[in-house]
């Protein structure tokens, strides 16, 4: 370089800085254009996302489902489908009766176990019913002796003490209007809590800190962190720990307890949410938090956490529900630690009753105006609670949840989930799935803060009003294990005058895991018994669309008796799930008019029938008693045939021709000629556009050919046929 054109290191330097100084300047630029000029957009939380591109926003894992271990096969869409489980021993009766009591005495509490209030709900006097904990005395713990003849289960008490009696009499006429008119009086004892008591607020933290110190800012997993485990340093004992507490908890439970049980989180909420200020005098809340045999260290964050989060004049009670856990640290020693804990109780059901019936027992035992369940191994985040409450002040018949962001299960990373969608369900078992809001939803938001109305919601995390939930029923007790319940609230809630959403101001962080261990190796059946109560009792004629996915031919489907809930829904008069597609489930694909066919069987090999790839081009004629599944057809009204069963969202795949020739399988909404059938009276499949028919020729991949008419061209439909009349008794 010469001479004169040195640059002198100085102003080297500046430019430098300079160059940084612009560099930042422009983040910062897009931060605010982005955050506050374009709200709707969502892309705010694009820069914090950076967990694995799930399918699974703000649910619970993917559809509820992702975690579980034997996929139904092993297609590429079909990972994340399940299924194994434990059936608990338990009642399948329905009951539903919370209603007329409301109805003809007014008040919601009666049926629960009476509280003496004047010490804040903190002694349970009496419980009734066999089915409760006995408790006299102090509940800071409620202790059980698990053997006790007394205390069955949940169950039992929920039959026996919330029957629907058949006897006129105890139906309630009162319509959901008017109670609603009831409750917007009383409503206003909602605002009657304590007022916010900074003693109290330092007490709660003296206890903590003394329980557990805040861990140094750089330990492992603080501000939500990933914590990574050098493998290689890890002798072979703590490798095989390590392993042991996979398979145990379906997380990395070696991690999980490397980590503070009092570990700060960040806060992952919006500019825009960040700067909300909530009145002082919301509603106090019980949460509830079931578990089976949940892992101590994320069981005691999820407290902790709670404790730490929540203001607490807003938390009236923490109760803790142990599901006939059998896990040794669950024992006595749980309720020996969490004694110094002034609102934290323990209730324990003696047989395994399912996260539904642990819920309920929750729900009996809770004494706050407003309810909040939360799983047993999440994290709170800042302000986690506030929206919630305040927006069932606002309207009490809503049922609002979370943003809830994912806790690794391998090294325990807090990671951002998408916030703008919301939440639809399968129409092939009912699962949950998180759904990008469309175009003219965003466009319709006016500011990021607002709630997201969602059709479904995952179910673990949420907050009701604790009169609304049992004027909705509560839940079916009749579901079981797992599964069901979320959807079952979700429906009524909208089709009975109430909304379902979700709250991009409120986050929590959730470990979402691939394998369940609480599901045992029946969970799908029982998955699937409990979308099947839900589907008969909620969702009129596009109950088929789930029920022909899913049954066999001529199998009557059992489900147990659902007639108290049918009665419910009697009682209530809600809309039709008809109107609940129409106005809230806008945008998921229900083909109600479409006919279903389970299997179209070749004439001349009348062993043989259509077969179909859901997700690759590809159409086959296999043994009708093989690939069953892949049998399945929709014939829409457009002359499509849908391949496959309905799952999950677009696309799916029609039979289509590629060539002249072929017979493929496609996207349904890529191919419109090619993909348009006619079902003659030959009884052949032919094609509309090329006007020729499909042919099974013996050796050959199936083929387009002129339509002769010749046996092999013509093929019988079957439709699904079956009895849906409900199983008086429990399957
Ligand atoms: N749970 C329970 N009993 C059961 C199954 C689950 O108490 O039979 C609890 C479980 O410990 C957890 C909550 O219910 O706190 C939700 O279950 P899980 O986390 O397995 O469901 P997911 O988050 O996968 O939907
Ligand atoms: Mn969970």
Redesign the pocket.
């Known amino acids: 370089m010469r001479e004169g054109r040195q640059v002198r290191p100085t102003r080297c330097y500046f430019r430098f800085l300079c160059f940084v100084l612009g560099f930042w300047f422009l983040v910062f630029l897009q931060y605010v254009i982005v955050d506050e000029w374009y709200p709707h957009t969502g892309t705010d939380n694009h820069r914090h996302f950076r967990g694995a591109v799930t399918m699974n926003p703000h649910g619970?894992?993917s559809d509820?489902h992702a975690?579980l271990k034997h996929g139904r096969d092993n297609h590429r869409l079909h990972w994340n489908n399940v299924h194994v489980g434990h059936v608990p021993k338990g009642g399948n009766s329905d009951s539903d009766h919370l209603f007329k009591r409301f109805g003809r005495e007014g008040f919601r509490n009666d049926h629960l176990p009476k509280v003496n209030k004047s010490d804040n709900g903190r002694y349970i006097d009496k419980f009734v019913g066999e089915g409760l904990p006995k408790a006299n005395r102090e509940v800071k713990v409620l202790e059980k002796d698990r053997k006790s003849d007394a205390v069955r289960n949940i169950v039992e008490y929920i039959q026996k003490e919330m029957a629907a009696p058949d006897s006129p009499d105890g139906v309630s006429n009162k319509t959901l209007e008017l109670v609603r008119e009831d409750v917007k009086d009383k409503s206003r004892t909602l605002r009657s809590h304590t007022d916010y008591n900074a003693r109290e607020e330092a007490d709660v933290r003296r206890i903590l800190d003394k329980m557990a110190p805040r861990a140094h800012m750089k330990a492992p997993g603080e501000f939500g962190k990933a914590v990574q485990v050098d493998m290689a340093s890890l002798s072979k004992e703590e490798k095989f720990k390590m392993e042991l507490g996979f398979n145990r908890t379906g997380f990395n439970l070696y991690v999980s307890d490397l980590i503070s049980l009092r570990r700060r989180v960040p806060d992952m909420r919006s500019a825009g949410c960040r700067g909300m200020v909530y009145p002082d005098d919301l509603p106090a809340t019980s949460i509830i938090i079931?578990?089976?045999n949940?892992a101590w260290s994320t069981l005691i964050r999820t407290v902790f956490s709670v404790l730490d989060n929540t203001p607490q004049h807003l938390l009236h009670e923490v109760i803790l529900v142990d599901?006939a856990s059998d896990e040794p640290s669950l024992g006595t020693s749980l309720e020996e630690y969490l004694r110094p804990l002034p609102k934290v109780k323990l209730v324990r059901a003696s047989s395994?009753v399912?996260?539904i019936g642990?819920r309920l027992l929750g729900v009996a035992t809770a004494t706050a105006d407003v309810l909040t369940f939360l799983?047993?191994?999440v994290e709170c985040m800042k302000g986690w609670l506030q929206p919630m409450l305040h927006r069932i002040t606002e309207e009490e018949f809503t049922v609002t949840y979370p943003v809830i962001n994912g806790i690794d299960s391998k090294d325990f990373n807090i990671y951002q989930v998408e916030v703008y969608y919301h939440g639809l369900f399968n129409w092939v078992d009912l699962t949950y799935f998180p759904s990008q809001l469309t175009l003219s939803m965003m466009r319709k938001r006016k500011s990021i803060t607002e709630p997201i109305m969602s059709p479904t919601m995952p179910g673990?995390i949420f907050t009701i009003s604790r009169r609304y939930f049992d004027l909705l029923g509560g839940y079916d007790p009749g579901l079981k294990?797992?599964g069901g319940e979320n959807m079952e609230l979700s429906f009524k809630t909208w089709m009975c005058n109430g909304t379902v959403e979700l709250l991009p101001c409120s986050h929590i962080a959730?470990v979402f895991r691939t394998t369940?261990p609480?599901l045992g190796k029946d969970a799908y059946k029982t998955i699937l018994n409990n979308a099947m109560r839900v589907a008969f009792v909620w969702m009129d004629e596009y109950k088929y669309l789930f029920f022909n996915n899913i049954v066999k031919n001529h199998i009557t489907p059992e489900f147990g008796d659902v007639s108290g809930r049918v009665a419910l829904r009697k009682r209530l008069q809600c809309k039709s799930f008809h109107w609940y597609m129409k106005e809230v489930a806008t945008d998921l694909y229900a083909p109600v008019s479409a006919v279903a066919i389970s299997k179209i069987v070749n004439v001349k090999f009348s062993d043989y029938c259509l077969a179909h790839s859901i997700y690759y081009p590809k159409v086959w004629c296999g043994p009708c008693d093989k690939y069953i599944q892949q049998q399945i057809v929709w014939y829409l009204e457009n002359g499509q045939l849908l391949a496959g069963v309905l799952w999950r969202e677009k696309p799916w795949m029609c039979l289509a021709v590629n060539s002249s020739q072929l017979v493929m399988s496609e996207r349904c909404d890529a191919i419109k000629p090619r993909g348009q059938w006619t079902y003659t009276h030959e009884n052949t499949l032919m094609n509309t556009l090329h006007k020729k028919c499909i042919e099974l020729i013996p050796g050959q991949a199936l083929v387009l050919s002129q339509c002769t008419g010749v046996p092999t061209q013509k093929w019988q439909i079957q439709q699904p046929s079956y009895n849906l009349t409900p199983h008086p008794k429990a399957p």
């Open positions: 619970l894992p509820r975690r079931c578990f089976h949940e599901d395994r399912g996260l642990a799983d047993s191994h673990g294990v797992w959730h369940n609480n």
